[in-house]
């Protein structure tokens, strides 16, 4: 056993990573071929229960029903109703086209979750509409994909069912300190367009008031159930899912199986008038989606928790401890390093890949700190190890919600750039988006230097 060994095959895999070979074949693949050389064979008779544990984890039964549900929301059509009925709402304010595009951000963040959809949904729709309008092309690209990735961290959210899981801390306890720090990127966002808005008012000007007239023109039944369809249903998805959880009515898990099957009503609702074949059709391409990118994470996983059994076996864990300690490495250093560490990996590499590289490194080192209530770990988290991983994990679903941010490699921003016409050119796309990559850094220090922004929700 040498510990060196297993500090080799951590950068391994993450150099390997960078080339852009599947992330699961690199995990699993590079651990698997990396311990037959260094390890017993015998070692090889550990993996089949393992794999099997992983498989078996009711929590991670939620991923396949929250994209399932994220999806069908996508491909029903209620994005588009909901962006088009705030933007004639908020039509006659300065800004008031990107303030609604925030608002149905993280509306369908907490009714999707899926990233890439809502990203391109929101582009199709409202970056012609804004440019149009007048709208500065870096002010609405970087709005639109910074509210697409409000999914990240507002419940319910795949990124904090890994995370719960890789951290081994209740997913339901994840969803409600993610709240507020949702509440408050969301706030963050708003206030920065308002204040551009009025700073510059050529940068976001208003709906021409004529244009308004067709809208607020009609009776106002017609506006009203038209506001209803649009946001009423989506809300009421919202509440059957994140109020039953809160409630403690049910599991992450069983509050996912009500939303799939609520996204599938509300889509049978919305497109009730089309023929049979179509829903069947939608249906069809909703569950090919669902079970690809399903696939796709519980590879990934499954070779994590290869590189996982390698890497401890080797002794990497327990070299890393007893490295802490002789280092006397204060809690804020370690924190402020590790923070470090997740943000400038964020630039190259993806969430799902960070979670299960370097969250289960640091994780034993979190729980050492926490042990010793020092520091950042305040009294409070002493002798409650689950509050302090749900704090260290809201801190880390933060950091990695701007992996989808960063250049080169910002995923929201190859999403938006596919959709958008030829004069949103790549430099747009990243001078648009520094002010929002500011906005959640600044959220992310307001959330370490007052826990209790998350932790007085548990």
Sequence with gaps: MDPILALVLFGLVFLLVLTGFPVAFVLGGTSLVFGLFTLEPHFLAFLPSRIMGTMSNTVLMAVPLFVFMGIMLEKSGLANKMLSTMGLLLGNLKGGLAISVVIVGALLAASTGIVGATVITMGLISLPTMLKRGYKPELATGTIAASGTLGQIIPPSVLLVLLGSVLQVDVGA?????????????????????????????????????????????????????????????????????????????????????????????????????????????????????????????????????????????????????????????????????????????FFIDFIEIIYIIVPVVAPLFRQYIEQGDGVFGTTMVGNENMGLVWVGILLAMNLQTSFLT???????????????????????????????????????????????????L
């Design 174 to 346: 994840l969803f409600k300190a993610a709240v507020l720090p949702g509440l408050l990127l969301v706030i963050g966002y708003m206030l920065y367009i308002t204040a551009i808005a009025w700073w510059k008012p050529q940068l976001a000007p208003p709906i021409p008031k004529e244009e308004l007239q067709d809208f607020w023109g009609r009776p106002n039944k017609v506006i009203a159930r038209e506001v209803a369809i649009a946001f009423l249903m989506p809300m009421l998805l919202i509440l059957a899912v994140l109020g039953s959880i809160f409630a403690g009515i049910a599991s992450p898990t069983e509050a996912a199986a009500v939303g799939a099957f609520g996204a599938g009503l509300l889509t049978w609702i919305t497109l009730r008038g089309e023929k049979k074949s179509t829903l069947l059709t939608l249906l069809k391409e909703v569950a090919q989606q669902t079970t690809k990118i399903s696939s796709m994470v519980f590879f990934i996983i499954i070779g994590a928790s290869i590189f996982s059994l390698v890497f401890r076996k080797l002794g990497g864990e327990t070299y890393l401890l007893d490295l802490l300690q002789q280092a006397n490495l204060g809690p804020w250093a370690f924190l402020a390093i590790v923070m470090g560490v997740v943000f400038v990996a964020g």
């Design 407 to 457: 250049p080169p490699f910002g995923f929201s921003l190859f999403y938006l750039k596919g959709i958008a016409p030829p004069s949103i050119t790549t430099g747009i796309l990243y001078r648009g988006i520094i002010p929002f990559i500011a906005i959640q850094l600044v959220v992310l220090f307001f959330i370490v230097m007052f826990p209790q922004l998350v932790l007085a929700w």
